[in-house]
């Protein structure tokens, strides 16, 4: 009994979480100087461009685990002050998968006359068409039950995502509201579900001229239809090297409100506590960086964390072109 309560308590802490994700959920891989996977504005933030890759795996001995793969680009637009980008997504968890395709648009306010100064307020508009899927062909229940189709259920829809970044120099700060449209799906048939509109919001600064740099940051997100609220405390450390720049750091995700259980009598509650450790190498225009996010408290599927991979690639100017700062999001 006790391990069927341990076992129902983390399915709901679980799929609360899984159904605030509606869409591309936001996991840690924005730190491999990924910010455009979750800020529309900040596409051709720099006068070149990026492209990055991802992959993520959880609980490598737990089948139909959660895995995550995306694929983003964008750039500027020339000369302009136009950006625009472009991501896929492959989201899949158990009998449930979404995929997903989403472009963007992204225009740049420029603020002082010398281009090498890095001082501009960005603006993005990404508008996107997601596939949710429910394979319940797999279901068996004993009695009959009408809610259970035991076909696959799919179903499409429309949205878009909005957000605005600051840039000064070696400061960032950025906003977005993520699935702004409320659109119905039967995918459940018994309820029906509005897109998840979450509300993100994050500031960060680099400091440090010289081999060695240091990056805090902070990163909080609320959904409304659940009302859950997270937030991610970040540091980062580069250090120069002969063939490029060596990076790591470490993540603490923290939920504010958390889950009841029971276990030998005795109510407890547990928050999402998440701790994501970071390494990354950066040469010349490419980067490789892995992260691992690990689940603390006494209810959890595995022991096991969550593995992801990021390759990326920049290209645009040469580097006596670039901003006068240490900026990674909009230098390479």
């Known amino acids: ?97 979404q995929t997903g395709i989403k472009l963007t648009y992204a225009h740049h306010l420029r603020f002082g006359g010398d281009i090498r100064i890095l001082n501009q307020l960005s603006f993005g508009l990404s508008a996107g068409f997601l596939q949710s899927s429910l394979d319940e062909s797999e279901f068996r229940s004993v009695i009959p039950d009408p809610v259970i189709t035991g076909g696959r259920n799919s179903v499409g829809y429309f949205n878009v995502d909005l957000g605005m970044s600051y840039s000064y120099m070696d400061f960032y700060a950025h906003g977005a509201i993520l699935n702004l449209l409320g659109t119905g799906r039967d995918l459940y048939t018994a309820i029906e579900f509005d897109n998840l509109r979450r509300w993100l919001v994050s500031v960060g600064h680099v400091f440090g001229k010289g081999e060695w740099r240091v990056e805090p940051s902070v990163l909080f997100q609320m959904t409304e239809f659940t009302e859950e609220e997270t937030i991610d405390f970040n540091a980062k450390v580069y250090k120069d090297v002969d063939f490029g720049t060596v990076w790591g750091g470490l993540s603490y995700r923290r939920s504010f409100d958390g889950a009841q259980y029971q276990s030998n009598g005795v109510l407890g509650e547990q928050r999402l506590q998440l701790f994501t450790p970071i390494i990354g190498v950066t040469v010349n225009r490419f980067l490789v960086s892995y992260n691992y996010s690990y689940q603390s408290g006494d209810i959890r599927f595995d022991n096991g964390g969550f593995h992801q991979i990021t390759l990326g690639f920049d290209f645009g100017p040469e580097r006596e072109n670039r901003y006068n700062c240490y900026c990674p999001a909009a230098n390479y």
């Open 1 to 97: 009994m006790k391990k069927f309560l341990l076992l129902l308590t983390g399915c709901l802490m679980y799929s609360s979480s899984m159904l605030s994700q509606e869409g591309l959920p936001v996991y840690f891989d924005y730190l491999s100087d990924n910010y455009y996977l979750v800020y529309p504005s900040m596409a051709g933030i720099g006068s070149g461009g990026k492209v990055r890759l991802t992959a993520r795996k959880q609980w490598f001995n737990v089948d139909e685990a959660p895995s995550l793969q995306t694929l983003n680009a964008h750039t500027r637009i020339g000369d302009s002050n136009s950006g625009v980008g472009a991501m896929l997504f492959n989201d899949a968890n158990g009998y449930h998968s």
